[in-house]
């Protein structure tokens, strides 16, 4: 299954001044998304493709397993750029503090490795800071300074956060104990391979992309943390 989707949403502050400025991606929302699944039944035990004529104590061993799996892979949540000089040096404090672009291309963006902390702890880097004030430093030519009385015209939710990737996989097992009496054991593995998956940066210019969270949209519990086992015995009659 493979979808890509862009949704607009709009903010209600400075919609009736400009609607290109609220107007912009939804922050929730990813551009592409991937997601496959299955299962597959192990061909051993009694009836099946090897070992099918072996006995019931046998077959209690090797036979009855399923492997079932949904991963998905997608691409980064949007994410806003900010500029703290742009208000309220130049706009009340409540309109979008953006920078302008320059017409020298985008900032680069590339997630760098994970760095560990002494307390276990740790970042990502997603870009470099661009300037630390566009009023005095022109910076690097991809961003100026609005103006006075001007909202800066990166727009909202332009650029995009990291990429994305969970595979949750099941191994169970069925026991016939008599004809009419079955105990099902299952194990799942929740982000099965232990990857990181980050959040967004801040998105101001004048730092660090620094990134110190993971994202969210993992089962169960939608937080994306460290791999989750979890064990279930039931019996069916």
Not at 19 to 36: C, K, P, V, W
Not at 209 to 235: D, H, K, M, Y
Request: glycine share 12%.
């Amino acid at each position: 299954e493979f979808r890509r989707v862009l949704f607009r949403s709009e903010q209600t502050g400075y919609y009736t001044w400009d609607h290109n400025i609220t107007h912009g991606r939804d922050s929730n929302t990813r551009l592409e998304q991937m997601i496959l699944y299955g299962s597959y039944d192990f061909p051993f035990g009694k009836g099946k493709q090897f070992a099918p004529g072996v006995n019931h104590a046998t077959d209690l061993l090797i036979g009855g397993y399923q492997l079932s799996g949904v991963m998905t892979w997608a691409g980064g949540l949007p994410y806003t750029l900010s500029y703290s000089e742009a208000n309220p040096t130049n706009l009340p404090s409540s309109a979008p503090n953006w920078p302008s672009m320059t017409g020298a291309g985008h900032m680069k963006t590339s997630l760098t490795g994970f760095t560990t902390k002494a307390n276990g702890t740790g970042t990502r880097q997603l870009y470099t800071a661009q300037t630390t004030n566009l009023i005095t430093d022109p910076g690097t030519g991809v961003f100026q300074n609005p103006g006075l009385d001007t909202i800066g015209n990166v727009g909202r939710n332009t650029y995009i956060g990291p990429s994305f990737f969970s595979t949750d996989l099941a191994i169970s097992k069925v026991f016939t104990v008599w004809e009419d009496v079955a105990v099902k054991f299952r194990m799942d593995a929740f982000n099965a391979f232990n990857h990181i998956n980050p959040g967004n940066p801040g998105g101001s210019i004048e730092s660090d992309g620094t990134i110190t969270s993971e994202a969210n949209g993992c089962f169960p519990n939608g937080n994306c943390g460290p791999r989750q086992l979890e064990f279930s015995l039931r019996v069916q009659f």
